[in-house]
Structures are given as structure tokens and as C-alpha cells.
DNA sequence: CATTCATGTAACGATAAAAGTAACATCAAA
DNA sequence: TTTGATGTTACTTTTATCGTTACATGAATG
């Protein structure tokens, strides 16, 4: 399939509301800067919206962010867009009457399990407001390098 | 797009060869376990014969792991197979004029790339020997839970 | 040494998850 | 009340993965 983009998106509408706040916040502005379209901005803003990230209003282009952006993890926000999607995929078709067929789908569930219990730990430590810094942080040294 | 289980069809395979070494280990063999198509077997094994972890004969049904399963990690088998593949994937299409869309690309490579050296370290603890392990003695409990 | 069967590899079609698109109900604001 | 926003759903398009077929190359056996 199509690589998913719904976690850099996610980051992409709580970071440029978090920075544009005094700007247009319509979900039609914000499919500009993220390249896309209205419709994927909203319903990313809904699952935003119901894993407590975002407080948006029907009719109104005003939304905010939920909690403070230190508050907000890489994680949080891909749990909200991506739900229980895993990283790693077992493949669930094999062979039930062979020993390794029989048995590698529940040993390979403990082991990807492991895996991604280590990237969602460092999903944790990694904060909206990070991210929001470093985007800053960039854009400094992009318009003045000799400067800082 | 469809989950890759290129990862998990590996593992089988190379399990399936330390296993069932004495038996028949044709590609077409394999796949009935994995319950895919000897092509896909075949193409696999190539990946894992490039990347030294399989040593195979054209021509001959004789493939032989080319380390010991304990010399071998799920992330060997990962790179091997996965080649330099992300675990997560940023938006390469964003508005390069927009703060947020023209820094954001580099943000996310940066913090994307803390989470797949967290899960990378994860996949280098488990070993080709710990998951054969696991196989067996799924395997001894189902046929006698009372046994042992 | 020819037959048989294996691997190695490439090309092409099928499948399926994601993104794109369009439509419309609901609500806010002037 | 008119305009324009969000919220949501249905459908189409796109594309990475997997399945299928084909065939060149090599091993093994009589």
C-alpha cells in the first residue's frame, strides 16, 4: 500500500495551530500548508479531537490545542491518528498443521510486541513542544545563519 | 497499501530451515508452510543470502543458515529484507513557503529517526536462536500441557 | 549425457490500505 | 437569512505488496 502520513500530518495541524494561532486556522488554510486537502485536515482533527489533543468547534474555524504542547506527546498523537496500528505485521496465514506455521504467529506477536513497546517508549519522550522548537529553531537559522 | 510481511515470512523461513533440517527444504516445501508461493520464498532467500545470513545452492534444495541462529537478530533479518525501510514515514509533499510546511520534513526525520534506533535496539536483543526457542516450546505445550 | 527438478530472477497482474475527491448535514457569524 | 465553516460519509484514485507466470541456469541421477 500507500506509505501512511496520517502521524506526520497530525504533528503538521497541531504544530502549524500552535504557531499560526493568530492566523487563518481553517481546515482549508491548513490543507495548504500540509499539501492536502480539507477533508484529510478535518478528519485528522477529529481523531485529534477524540483522543483529547484538540478542542475544535463545529462551524467555527477556531481550534486550539487541548493541553499545554509539553504536555502532548509524539506518542499521544500516534495513538490518536493511528489507533492500535502496529509497526511490525505478522503474517497471519501460514500453515496451522506444520510446527513452525503452527506456532511462529504467536512468537513473532511476543517479539514485534517487545519492539514496539521500545519505539512507543521513545514516541514518550518526544513533546509536541519539541517538535515545535526545533521547527522554529530551523526556520531561525534558515533566515539568518550569521546571525544567531 | 497491503501490511509487508516480509519480516515475518523471513523469520519462518530461516526457523523453518534450522528446524526442519533434516526434511525438505525446497522452496516449494517452505511455502506450503508459510502458505504463499515458492516465488516469494525464493525472492526472500535471495535477500538473505545477499546480506550473509543464508548460504543456499542454485540448483540444490540444500539451504543452510550461514551463522549460528544465536549470531543471528531480528534486525540482521530486518535489514536484510527491509533494506533501509522506516518504521514511520514523513509527508515529503508540504508547502516549502509555509514555516511549518518548510521545516517540519527535517523535524520529523530527526525524531522518526530517535524511534527506529529505539525499535532497531529492541530487534537487535532477539535472536534467531530465542525465537526457534520460543517455536519448540509452544510447540511442547500444545501437544502436552500436562506432560511437562 | 539427457532427463528431471531445483534455484535465481524478472515481468506482469491482482490486492488492499491510504490519500484524494465530492457531497451534504450541521453549526457559527455577520 | 446568507455565507462559510466544520463533521462525516461514500466513492475513486493511487501505489506498495503479494501472487503468478515464465524461463535461464545449475545439480543430480539413470
Redesign the pocket.
Known amino acids: ?6 502521524l506526520s ?1 497530525a504533528v503538521h495541524i497541531l504544530a502549524y495551530i500552535a504557531i499560526c494561532h493568530d492566523g487563518d486556522l ?3 488554510a491548513i490543507a495548504a500548508s500540509v499539501e ?5 485536515v ?2 485528522l ?2 481523531a485529534l ?1 477524540r483522543a483529547g489533543l484538540l478542542a ?6 477556531t481550534p486550539k490545542l487541548a493541553r499545554q504542547p509539553a504536555a502532548i506527546s509524539l506518542f499521544d498523537i500516534y495513538q490518536a491518528v493511528e489507533g492500535t ?1 502496529n509497526l511490525l505485521h505478522v503474517d497471519d496465514k501460514t500453515n496451522p498443521h506444520c510446527i513452525v506455521g503452527g506456532n511462529i504467529q504467536d512468537t513473532l506477536r511476543a517479539a514485534y510486541a517487545e519492539v514496539q513497546t521500545a519505539a512507543e517508549a521513545q514516541m514518550k519522550t518526544i513533546t509536541l513542544a519539541r517538535l515545535i522548537g526545533d521547527i522554529l529553531t530551523r526556520e531561525r537559522a534558515k533566515r539568518g545563519p550569521a546571525a544567531d
Chains 1, 2 share one sequence.
Do not use: C, W
Open positions: 500500500m500507500r506509505y501512511s502520513h496520517k500530518d481553517s481546515s482549508t492536502s486537502n480539507p477533508a484529510l478535518r478528519r482533527m477529529g479531537r475544535t468547534q463545529q462551524g467555527s474555524a496500528g
